[in-house]
């Protein structure tokens, strides 16, 4: 009869019971809905998002439902295809910062010591650059290529997963069925992402949807001080910047961006909440 592991202290939430709480079920709703119309929108698009078809700040009219922005676009157009730079950067950035601060943060809390104190070090380095500067410093001085962008805000939240996954894996490695695994002969892998990682899964999932808000912040702003996607391209943070002047006469090119913004960002913010309520429960189950 072959030997088995103590219980895991914190099997991570079935999608399923995530999907029992109502704020993840409307986050989740939202963040799809936004995600499909930015992935899908050009699809959909009435003329090109860079033909002059209208005056500047000309009215909404049957051939652009919601009028033309600041050089005669058609806003509509432009909304459709603006999204799809958004949601990629956001979430590869967010993927990005996951992937690079897990494994520091694992390695950081499983091991201790020298290695600890080495990341641990480091990552207080990062994070006393806020968000935005840091990224703002690093891309003034490089260049605004969207690979460098993801790159760079991925960097700025890696010191926050280092951080937590660190606290998280030195809660759990000390527990019966780390020291069992030991003692079994598991790998330094095995223990590390087999019997670890499953544990903080629902941590991290609460704050990869917090991170992904805090991308879209980022990255939305950045195109609207123009460091990050350069006109003519159609991005709904870089439409923010451009029609703003003509607010009072032609709102649409400045405030539908916007709102698709602020709706990404409270999506994936509900999602993140469903996840930490689910995980709660779990553990009063448990």
Avoid at 4 to 12: D, E, G, H, Q, T
Avoid at 81 to 99: D, Q, Y
Avoid at 114 to 126: E, P, S, T
């Amino acid at each position: 009869m072959s030997a088995s592991l103590p219980k895991r202290i914190a099997p991570p939430p079935h999608w399923r019971l995530i999907l029992r709480e109502p704020f993840a079920r409307t986050g989740l709703v939202i963040t799809l809905a936004v995600i499909v119309f930015a992935l899908a929108g050009s699809w959909f698009s009435p003329h090109s998002p860079h033909a002059l078809l209208g005056t500047v700040y000309g009215a909404p009219e049957r051939a652009a439902l919601l009028g033309y922005d600041y050089i005669g676009q058609d806003v509509l157009s432009r909304v459709f295809c603006g999204g799809r730079s958004v949601v990629w950067m956001a979430a590869g950035s967010v993927v990005l910062a996951l992937l690079s601060g897990v494994g520091l943060g694992l390695l950081a809390g499983f091991h201790r010591g020298w290695i600890d104190q080495v990341v641990v070090w480091w990552m207080d380095v990062l994070h006393a650059f806020p968000h935005l500067i840091l990224v703002l410093l690093v891309v003034s001085m490089l260049g605004r290529d969207p690979g460098l962008i993801v790159g760079v805000t991925a960097l700025a939240f890696v010191p926050g997963v280092v951080r937590l996954v660190r606290g998280l894996t030195l809660g759990v490695v000390n527990q019966e069925f780390i020291e069992a695994a030991r003692l079994m002969g598991y790998s330094r892998r095995s223990v590390l992402f087999v019997e670890i990682l499953p544990n903080i899964v629902p941590a991290l999932l609460i704050h990869a949807g917090t991170m992904l808000s805090w991308a879209v912040g980022i990255l939305a702003g950045l195109n609207f001080l123009g460091y990050g996607v350069a006109a003519p391209a159609a991005d709904w943070g870089l439409m923010i910047n451009e029609n703003r002047t003509g607010l009072l006469i032609q709102p649409w090119g400045a405030t539908i961006p916007a709102i698709l913004i602020a709706l990404f960002a409270l999506g994936s913010n509900l999602l993140a909440e469903g996840a930490a309520r689910a995980s709660s429960r779990l553990e009063e189950q448990g």
